[in-house]
Structure formats: C-alpha cells, structure tokens
C-alpha cells in the first residue's frame, strides 16, 4: 500500500506537541459526556484510546531505540502532554465506572509527572509561546483525575493529595505568566490558547475537589470550602475572560491555515466546557449548564476543523512524498 510508507514518515516526524490532540479529543469526549451527549462521547472516547495507544507505543519506541532523540524530546513542554493526556483518558474511564483503569492511569501520569515537568522547566527561558502553561496543565490534569477517584472511591488521602497538587498548579501557572510572550496572542500558531485552558482545567479541578467533599466524606471544613468556591468560581471566570481576549486577538489576527499546534485550541475550548458545566455542579448555579452545552458545541466545531485541516495535511505529505518515489525511480 503506497500510503502506509508515508503515514510512517509522518507519524515519525511529529513533534511531542502531537500528544496535544489525544488531550484534545479525550477533554471534547469528557465535555459531551457532561452535557448528556453519551453516544458522540464514546465515540471520540475510542479516539481518544486509539490516539493515546499510538503515543504511548511512540513513546516508548523512542525511549528504547532513540535515546537521544528521546531525551531531546522530553526537554520541550510539549512533552508534557503525555501526562495531560493520561490524566484526561483517565477521568473519562471513571466516569463509565472503570476505576481500576483509572488508577492505572493515574499511578502512570504521576509516575510521568515529575520526571518531565523537571525536565522542561530546567529549560525554561524568558518570552516563550503558550506551551509554557503546560507545565500547569500538565499538574492540574492528574489533580482532576485524583480528585474525581477520590469522590468515586471515597478515598479522603486522593482529595487531599489532590488539594495539594492544585495548588501548586496554580503556582505553576504564575510562574508561567511571567515568562509568557504577550505577542503570541497576536502571532501565535495556537498553543497560545493554552493560557486560557490551563485556568480552565484549574477551575475543572477545583470543582472536582468540591464535589468530592461532598462524597460522604469529611475534607475540609466549612472555612477552607469557601476559599475553595471563591478560588474556582475566579478561575472560571478568569478563563472565560482569556477565551474572550483569545477570540478577539484571532478576529483581529486571521490565522486560518492549519498548524499542528492548533489542537492546542481545542483543548482549551473543550476544557472551558467541561469546567463551566463541572462549576455548575459543584457550586449550585445551574443557569451554567447552558452555556456549558454550547461551548461544548464549539470545542465539537473547532475539533472538527482542525482534524479536517490534519487529514488534508497528512493527504499533501503522503502525496509529495510518492511524488518524490516516482521522480526517483525515473
């Protein structure tokens, strides 16, 4: 089959960012879950697994035959995606019941965690692009997903685990707004929406830990629950106002053609979606689940874009390159 020599130069040239479409997918699969779509939900689920399956089989290629090139990799935030992507494959199989894969998942992304978030920030540098909030993203991903097994399992030691771990998220995303180049609202290629879906799976987070405290369990008191509500009803907020200057910036700044950091778009939406609907839960303010829904919609839309501009990318590079076959056999 003349695709199939081209399908693997391509897989093989992506990037670490390309985890950035398994998260996207999974979050998309988690929104439509929480916005009562169940059926189109499993199906970008099954997406979600196949693309997961094939990052990890990638990832572990590459860890044992390119060690090199591994390392190199490792070093760049998009790395990080591989936690984010395990935590969010992860919180969907809770929902369906699956626990156990949950955990698995869970001792995975935590295993991952600290040896690639140590890696990227060692190099971190002055005015980076958006993918420098991964770091938060990345931290705040096996948060929810503790936090959702905590209220699942009624294990107070997750939560509390959980509780910890958000916070220093939040640590992570100041220290990742310092180094953020303002210019890429205006010129980025799409991992600048990140700053956005970093506060947004942050708000997801707090709402999961709101949710497990009132899981027959007793976590807090009535004090540290306040200050809990405050925080993640401000970083809903806070993402939505980003997602407003983010669209304004896009309207202003046209950059209609595909990059595969565009993924990195729909992963906030998707997850500004999951978060709104999860507040809504957690705080008693139902009126959100409308907006939630449609921004549900919106990450579906975006999604399907940019996977039309994926499979319209992989059709050139697979034809340049038999293109290139035939020229050579001539």
Known sequence: ?????GLRAWWADRPPAAGAAVMATGIVSVSLHLAGYETVSRAALALTVVGWIA????????LAVDRRRWVDDARSPGSLTAVAATAVLGTRLS???????AEALL???ALLWPVLLLLVVRHWGRRMPGAVFLGCVA????????ATLAAATRTPWLAHTALVVFWLGLVLYAV???????RQVLVGAGDHWIAGGALAISALAGARLLVAGDAG???WDGDDRHVLRVVTVALLVLDLAWCLVLLAAEVARPRLGYDLRRWSMVFPLGMTAAATLSVATAVGVP???GPGRVLTWVAVGAWLWVAAGALGAHAGAVKGATSVRSTARR
Request: proline fraction near 7%; charge should be neutral; avoid cysteine.
């Open 55 to 62: 990052l990890g089989a990638d990832f572990v290629l590459r």
């Open 139 to 146: 931290t705040q991903g096996p948060a929810v997903l503790a």
């Open 95 to 101: 929902a369906l019941g699956q626990q156990t894969l």
């Open 287 to 289: 009126w959100l689940h």
């Open 1 to 5: 089959m003349p695709g199939i020599p």
């Open 217 to 219: 369990m007793y976590l």
């Open 176 to 182: 990742a707004l310092a180094r953020f180049d303002a």
């Open 107 to 109: 001792a995975l992304a």
